[in-house]
Structure formats: C-alpha cells, structure tokens
Nanobody, 120 residues
Framework: VTLVESGGGLVHAGGSLNLSCAAS????????MGWFRQFPGKERELVARVNKDDSEQYEDSVKGRFTVSRDNAKNTVHLQMTSLKPEDTAVYYC???????????????WGQGTRVTVSP
C-alpha cells in the first residue's frame, strides 16, 4: 500500500494550507487514516485522524484550527489547516492502517512526508 501526499508549503502565520493523501495498492479496507507530524529531533505525533467508526480525533493544540476529512470511496484523507502558527512548522506524514485485499493480513503505511513551514 502506497500513500502519496500533496499540499505542503510555506505560509505566513494566520494563513491556511490543505494537505491531501491518496492511498493505492492492494487495499481491502482502511480502518484508520490520518496525519502525524514530526518536529526536528522529536518523535512523530498524532495531529488528526478519522477512525473506523468515522469519529475524529485531534491533538489538543490543533483543535478548532485543523479539520480532517476522509473519502472512503477514494481512499483519501485531507487535512484543512487554518490559523496556522509558526509552531505548526513540521514535516507532516499521512498514515493509514487496514487490511490487505483478499486476506485478513493487516497493513500499516506511511507517506513520504510533506513539509509545512509557517513564517512569523
């Protein structure tokens, strides 16, 4: 399973960016799809995700500013980021977990990462 991200870039504080991620490959079903981010020298942390029951989960610092959405038919997930702050600067990674098609074998996949830079 391959995840391809798009939409990162440079924006001024207070601005907005939209990230998109498309999954492809031998996908039977995707349970969870979402976004993590990684600051320099830190481990990846969850930003937002859509769970199997369509519930949404957000990291506290992005609540009210970021919105995650998922299109199950297209195997895509999006992250709408508004009111961006310099502290949101990081590499953002798409993530998905589910089952391979034709089997009950689970998969977990990461995108290649897309850089988001928010200038003061």
């Amino acid at each position: 399973v391959t995840l391809v991200e798009s939409g990162g870039g440079l924006v001024h504080a207070g601005g907005s960016l939209n990230l998109s991620c498309a999954a492809s490959g031998a996908i039977g079903s995707i349970y969870i799809m979402g976004w993590f981010r990684q600051f320099p020298g830190k481990e990846r942390e969850l930003v937002a995700r859509v769970n199997k029951d369509d519930s949404e989960q957000y990291e506290d610092s992005v609540k009210g500013r970021f919105t995650v959405s998922r299109d199950n038919a297209k195997n895509t997930v999006h992250l709408q980021m508004t009111s961006l702050k310099p502290e949101d600067t990081a590499v953002y990674y798409c993530s998905a977990a589910g089952l391979y098609s034709g089997s009950n074998s689970p998969f977990g996949a990461w995108g290649q990462g897309t850089r988001v830079t928010v200038s003061p």
